[in-house]
T-cell receptor, first 109, second 116 residues
């Protein structure tokens, strides 16, 4: 069945460090791919999305490219800030939405 | 505020009690989803409505779980005879259209259910 696997956390980085959170997926068709973010005390909100192979989603300095050949949608940011500390969820949607287990990011000043 | 709202935000139930969790989606949103999120995990799909029609309930873990959306707006998730394994955060999300493949879900803050 469809599923999403993302790297376990927590990930702890210093401010201005480079971030990568790995996400791979299994899908029977051609899903849309999403990254959602949950800031402390808040609900999930969409960070970025890509709807077909080779699409790049981007928002707030974060990027992710839909790689069909490696079934991946890794999240990257060139320079993280303390305010990026949150839990990040990779998700796919084909017939229904499937979420990864989340990766907690801690950014220290 | 025009976001998705859920009530109550916190619910403590004794094992065996029935509970009802409410979701108010964004006004006019056609699609509505319920998810269960266990501690340290991602949301897991429970059920999906398009207007008042429940099109997919394959994620409901047992027949103790029941969801409805009778007028195509507010939805209620009911859990009968609660068990400790039902303890989780229950999330509601809505999408503006019936076409869900490419579109953003807007999530509510969730209801944290604790079953003692």
């Amino acid at each position: 069945g469809d599923s999403v696997t993302q790297m376990e956390g927590p990930v702890t980085l210093s401010e201005e460090a480079f971030l990568t959170i790995n996400c791979t997926y299994t899908a029977t068709g051609y899903p849309s791919l999403f990254w959602y973010v949950q800031y402390p005390g808040e609900g999930l909100q969409l960070l970025l999305k890509a709807t077909k192979a080779d699409d790049k989603g981007s928002n707030k300095g974060f990027e992710a490219t839909y790689r069909k050949e490696t079934t991946s949608f890794h999240l990257e940011k060139g320079s993280v800030q303390v305010s990026d500390s949150a839990v990040y969820f990779c998700a796919l949607n084909f017939n229904k939405f499937y979420f990864g287990s989340g990766t907690k990011l801690n950014v220290k000043p | 505020g025009a976001g998705v709202s859920q009530s109550p935000r916190y619910k403590v139930a004794k094992r065996g009690q029935d509970v009802a969790l409410r979701c108010d989606p964004i006004s006019g949103h056609v699609s509505l989803f319920w998810y269960q999120q266990a501690l340290g995990q991602g949301p897991e799909f429970l059920t999906y409505f398009q207007n008042e029609a429940q099109l997919d309930k394959s994620g409901l873990p047992s027949d103790r779980f029941f969801a409805e959306r009778p007028e195509g707006s507010v939805s209620t998730l009911k859990i009968q005879r609660t068990q400790q394994e039902d303890s989780a955060v229950y999330l509601c999300a809505s999408i503006k259209t019936s076409g869900t493949l490419f579109n953003e879900q807007f999530f509510g803050p969730g209801t944290r259910l604790t079953v003692l």
